[in-house]
């Protein structure tokens, strides 16, 4: 079941910037990442979603109901956490949590309970009692991200999420959403750390300038884009006319230089062969040697960079 459909979503700016014809799809249950650069539409979209503010057209439908004319019961089926958090800042951490669970419609014993359980999870059990504008940057966006999950929404919308984050928070955190997708909560998250992304999201949405440009699983995202085999040559030097040659074998899509230095190329191609021969033989007619050719695995981020350079 989907918990959460856009379609043909439009969200156009008094300046002509925002989204143009938005698709998504989210299955109930999954981690869903919505992918693009700055600027692409990400926040707009997940503003539409969380109804903050209002799309020009186009249809959102969350957990089977269609989110129009600020419906409070389709609303509280979202937990929000936006791009920049900003929260009461006379208030405590814990302040905070009953405010908002409150605000939320929860009673006075389900907050207390749930308060307490996601202070610790999100690490301020110990800054709780002190006010909001004595908290880092990274414990700002650990409050709002307690607050977006109290009171277990069916869709959680994470606008960057673990931007503000230390690596060892930003792995606890990754754990807790993995805990609340087994247990069926449903999670869309924006975030530019692709290799996190690829481990922990089952389904992607690429948006560049306003527009999905592709959504698939994420096990299918690599077979749908050309180049998607990789390889590493070590050599015993490189040259232009090295690169401008492989270039020119088919199926080879691009070549990469280490810019570290080092005599490696990286290959991209649409062949399952590891063109040893041929990439040796051309190597050899312009003085220079194959060393080594290994397999590498195309990684999210090739992909994104592969289908967003292709679109520009
Ligand atoms: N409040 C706004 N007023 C005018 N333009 C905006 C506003 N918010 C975003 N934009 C523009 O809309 C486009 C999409 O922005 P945004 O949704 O914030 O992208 P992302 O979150 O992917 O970085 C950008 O061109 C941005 O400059
Ligand atoms: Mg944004």
């Keep these: 079941m989907d918990a959460l459909v856009v379609e043909n979503l439009n969200k156009i700016y008094s300046n002509g910037r925002g989204i143009r014809e938005i698709n998504l799809n989210v299955q109930k249950g999954k981690i869903h990442a919505l992918l693009g650069n700055n600027g692409a539409g990400k926040s707009t979209t997940m503003k ?12 959102i439908e969350v957990m089977g109901k269609e989110l129009r004319d600020n419906d409070p019961k389709v609303k509280s089926c979202v937990g929000y956490s936006p791009e920049l958090p900003s929260l009461p800042r006379n208030l405590t951490g814990r302040q905070c949590l009953v405010v908002y669970g409150y605000l939320k419609g929860l009673s006075k014993d389900q907050v207390r309970l749930e308060s307490e359980d996601l202070l610790e999870k999100v690490g301020l059990l110990e800054a709780s009692d002190s006010r909001v504008s004595q908290y880092s940057r990274g414990m700002l966006q650990r409050l709002d991200l307690a607050i977006a999950l109290e009171g277990g929404p069916d869709i959680l919308i994470l606008d960057e999420p673990t ?13 807790l959403l993995r805990e609340r997708a087994a247990e069926g909560q449903t999670i869309l998250l924006s975030d530019h750390q692709l290799s996190e992304v690829e ?14 440009i592709i959504q ?11 180049g998607s085999f990789k390889y590493v040559g070590e050599f015993s030097s490189v040259s232009d006319k090295l690169i401008h040659d492989i270039e020119k074998i088919d199926g080879v899509v691009h070549v990469d230089i280490d810019h570290k230095g080092g005599n490696t190329l990286t290959i991209y191609t649409d062949r399952r062969d590891q063109l040893n021969s041929e990439i ?19 990684t999210l981020e090739d992909i994104f960079l592969a289908l967003v350079n292709t679109e520009e």
């Design 48 to 59: 539409c979603i969380t109804g903050i503010i209002f799309p020009d057209s186009g249809r």
């Design 163 to 175: 931007a503000g984050l230390d690596p060892s928070s930003a792995s606890k955190f990754r754990a």
């Design 199 to 212: 481990r922990l999201c089952s389904d992607a949405t690429i948006i560049n300038e306003g527009r999905t």
């Design 216 to 226: 698939s699983k994420m096990s299918d995202l690599l077979k749908k884009v050309k």
């Design 280 to 298: 040796s033989g051309i190597a050899k007619e312009i003085g220079c040697s194959l060393y080594s050719m290994t397999e590498s695995k195309t």
